[in-house]
């Protein structure tokens, strides 16, 4: 027997209104902390990501109309931008019992500097920049594994994996409990940084974020009062966070993207504590000078940095030359937490 819900999708009867939005993952990174800018939404506490319709008579693009978005939420003019993923599961913006359009958002991730001069223009607007581990504590594993792994998320989960999939759950190739130690790196498997959306995804299957509840997920609803794993956003904004922080720390290791984050002239102390903070890991000096070096990423400008208070730092800047000299010329971290 055919669907009837598919049979009215098909004739534009039903579930045929469709909006089309425009998400942007702006990143930063100030000192220590990875920043993501963030708008107080009007439809609850939560905070969200810029965001708005696409209107296909006054942009002619899409990144156009998403640059028009943040500029008139932030007064912010973005500079490096790339499309990540179309995000249209129901409950992100509308629940089965609302009539009116369902909306489908394009994610975009954008990488800007911060500045005294930025953040002037920020405070025009309701917009703020806040650190990204806030919304993903357990992904910084800078000064050790997180306390939030063993303490809650992964006995939690573990316990969800010892259930069988409920019956309308979409098959999969590997258990819940495989998929589970694959993500967060347990057993002998390591850590893999890369994966930030598939760690959010299954604590979201399991019912363990306050999305899920919102979204009147089966798991959470059955759990009732969640803990608190980092803060919820607006809709499936974290969704889209994760996945731009995912592609963002893949792209560190073959394209030179960092430098979209860093002033015109740093020092090489500076350049891994940017490439540490966005990757979430501790990365040793010697190691990251020799990969900075042997990828010819940086030229010396001939001047010194006192800012540390200690011996002058020389002053490197990005060498752009790179770009027309190999087609992949990123940071090769390798190995994993």
């Given amino acids: 027997m055919s669907d009837p819900q598919a049979s009215d999708a098909f004739d534009g009867t039903v579930g045929s209104a469709i909006v089309v939005g425009l998400n942007a993952a702006v990143v930063a990174v100030d ?46 003019d973005l500079g490096y931008v790339e499309q990540l993923y179309t995000f249209g599961d129901r409950g992100r913006h509308a629940q089965p019992s609302d009539t009116g359009p369902r909306v489908m958002s394009v994610g975009y991730l954008a990488l800007t500097r911060r500045s005294p001069e930025s953040d002037e223009v920020l405070q025009r607007s309701a917009a703020a920049w806040r650190p990204w581990y806030e ?18 998320i992964v006995p939690l989960l573990e316990e969800w994996a010892s259930h069988r999939p409920a019956a309308g759950d979409p098959p999969r190739p590997m258990s819940r409990r495989d998929r589970v130690q694959l993500s967060f790196g347990l057993g002998e498997l390591p850590w893999d940084e890369e994966r930030v959306l598939d760690r959010f995804e299954l604590l979201y299957e399991a019912g363990l974020i306050e999305e899920a509840l919102r979204d009147e997920r089966e798991a959470a609803l059955a759990r009732g009062e969640l803990r608190q794993l980092g803060a919820a956003m607006l809709h499936d904004h974290r969704r889209i966070l994760a996945t731009a922080i995912s592609r963002l720390r893949a792209k560190l290791k073959y ?22 903070a966005i990757s979430g890991r501790h990365l040793h000096k010697q190691n990251f000078r020799r990969l900075v070096e042997q990828g010819q990423l940086v030229e010396p400008t001939g001047g010194t940095s006192t800012a ?30």
Avoid: C, N, Y
Wanted: charged residues 25%; without cysteine; hydrophobic residues 40%.
């Fill in 135 to 152: 919304f993903f504590p357990w992904e910084d594993w800078r000064g050790g594994r997180p306390e939030p792994l063993d303490r809650s």
């Fill in 31 to 76: 000192k220590l902390a990875p920043l993501i800018l963030v708008v107080r939404s009007q439809d609850g506490p939560q905070d969200s990501l810029p965001f708005g319709p696409f209107d296909p008579v006054r942009h002619r693009t899409l990144e156009i109309g998403l640059r028009a978005w943040v500029e008139a939420q932030t007064h912010l």
């Fill in 308 to 337: 540390t208070g200690g011996r002058p730092a020389a002053l490197f800047r990005f060498r752009r030359d790179v770009l027309q000299e190999r087609p992949a010329p990123g940071l090769r971290l390798g190995g994993r937490a």
């Fill in 255 to 276: 394209r030179p993207v960092v430098f979209e984050l860093m002033p015109e002239s740093f020092t090489l102390t500076e350049l891994q504590h940017t490439v540490e």
